[in-house]
């Protein structure tokens, strides 16, 4: 193929997904099928009303838009809306001047984790007019500033946990032995002791590390014990959390201007948020994974989420990925002012908790 051919079919593809892109956008925006005039009058004089009919034609040929019904303009199809999120995603870049509007939102006084992620939730539910969500961090990532153990009963305790964020988390825990309360007491100020300032999964290495060298010479007998115990312990407590706790807000946006054909989306929603667990094991399953997902219509794994788009992104802590938050909604959404909000936020939330942990 010679030079000439490959840059006037590159010169074709650009502007047939320029196309795309304006219909993409004006569907968007007014949510009405979009004709060539339309989308020529937007073009204007770059490109002939014939020629946008012969691209529209083409797109609709390969899957990229379709036409509602006879007489019609004609909507984007999730394929297209795949094929323009593609397109966009590595040129997005968000003004300095949103940039800051949002970090405001931070600057104010936050003193724990679940003020950040409640915040993070609602800003991100009010600046798209979506289902804002955001999954908490794994508790092996939150750094321990107390331990309390209170025995509840025959092989049942329960563990209250102060972070250095101020959070507080109780687990109740089932034991597969039963330990008198005098020596959870002694367990508790062991890992106070010991660990104080430390993130859980320091925590539970160190205590892993001090049981394997229980037999050195150098290690004293009483340490050793409350080593071994307090890690039998952490490991309990560890196996009881909730990994599926999740902060959301939203949901009244489906309610507005609803259709008919709304309807089911809606109430598959309001029954995923009151389940909760497939939707945390959905983001928790993208962990490690920092960057922006996208997922469209029926890309979503989950059924539920057939007639809608969900927009994820990392946040971190420590150097590393610790939750995800994102946000579910119309497949007909604003896709790059999404993708930049949500990877905004992602960047706030991951500043704030660095802040409020030391």
């Known amino acids: 193929m010679s030079m000439n051919m490959t840059t006037s079919n590159n010169k074709r593809e650009t502007r047939k997904y320029r196309v795309l892109g304006h219909i993409v956008h004006s569907y968007v925006s007014m949510g009405v099928p979009v004709s060539s005039k339309m989308v020529a009058g937007i073009m204007d004089a770059d490109i002939s009303s014939a020629t946008v009919r012969n691209i529209m ?6 899957g990229y838009i379709e036409q509602p019904y006879t007489s019609a303009g004609r909507v984007p199809t999730e394929l297209g809306y795949r094929k323009y999120v593609n397109r966009i995603k590595a040129h997005i870049q968000f003004e300095r001047r949103e940039s800051e509007r949002l970090a405001e939102e931070y600057a104010r006084k936050i003193d724990t984790i679940k003020e950040v992620l409640v915040k993070t939730s609602y800003v991100l539910s009010r600046e798209l007019q979506s289902a804002g969500v955001v999954l908490w961090p794994g508790i092996e990532n939150f ?21 250095m964020s101020n959070d507080v ?32 999964s320091c925590v539970l290495d160190g205590l892993k590390n001090a049981v394997r060298d229980m037999r050195s010479d150098e290690c004293r007998y009483d340490d050793s014990r409350f080593a071994k115990d307090a890690l039998f312990v952490l490991d309990s407590v560890v196996d009881e959390s909730d990994d599926d706790e999740l902060c959301w807000e939203g949901l009244n946006y489906f309610m507005e201007d609803i259709g008919s054909e709304e309807v089911n989306v809606t109430k598959n929603l309001y029954q995923m948020f009151s389940e909760r667990g497939n939707l945390a094991r959905f983001m928790r399953e993208e962990l490690p994974f920092g960057g922006v997902k996208v997922y469209i219509g029926a890309e979503n794994k989950n059924r539920m989420l057939d007639n809608c788009s969900v927009i994820t992104s990392g946040y971190s802590f420590g150097g590393k990925t610790v939750g995800r938050i994102g946000i579910i909604g119309h497949t007909r959404m604003n896709y790059s002012h999404a993708i930049r909000v949500v990877s905004c936020l992602s960047d706030l939330i991951s500043s704030k908790l660095e802040e409020i942990n030391y």
Do not use: C, W
């Open 57 to 62: 034609a083409e797109l609709e040929e390969e």
């Open 143 to 163: 750094y321990l500033k107390h331990i309390e153990l209170v025995k509840m009963g025959p092989n049942t305790i329960l563990a209250i946990l102060v972070m």
């Open 169 to 200: 988390k109780n687990y109740v825990v089932e034991l597969k032995r039963d330990i008198h309360k005098t020596e959870l007491i002694r367990i508790a100020n062991f890992i106070n002791r010991n660990y104080s300032q430390t993130s859980l």
